[in-house]
């Protein structure tokens, strides 16, 4: 048996643009990337963008061709940046489950902000 299971998370990473203070460091593809303050990190940004732009397309096209449904592991938040995606995987029928709203470290959260 083999199961797909796509994390699609391009909108959850720390970002200016997301009213963060500072760039994404930690969940990147780049080792030991510093964190910019109070600053934009155009490299980490544009492999995310590039995920949401291209990369999902991809998978979504391979997979409809071959008629094989997956577990989409989404941020909320990328979702709602890109609706067409949510468009494509209901018309494929394919799971998706939570990957929380955004990175934050939910441990620290009250019961109710959760």
Not at 56 to 64: S, V
Not at 79 to 100: Q, R
Request: with cysteine; glycine share 6%; aromatic share 14%.
């Amino acid at each position: 048996c083999v199961s797909f299971v796509i994390n699609y998370e391009e909108g959850g990473e720390t970002n200016m643009l997301n009213g963060d203070g500072a760039s994404e460091n930690y969940l990147t593809e780049l080792i030991q990337t510093d964190s910019l303050p109070n600053d934009r990190s155009y490299v980490v940004e544009s492999g995310y963008e590039y995920g949401s732009r291209v990369g999902i397309y991809r998978l979504l096209k391979l997979f409809h061709q071959h008629e094989i449904k997956t577990t989409i592991y989404a941020v909320a938040k990328a979702l709602e940046k890109n609706p067409k995606i949510c468009e494509l995987l209901a018309a494929d029928e394919h799971d998706v489950a939570s990957h929380h709203y955004r990175w934050f470290n939910y441990r620290q959260f009250t019961n109710y902000r959760k």
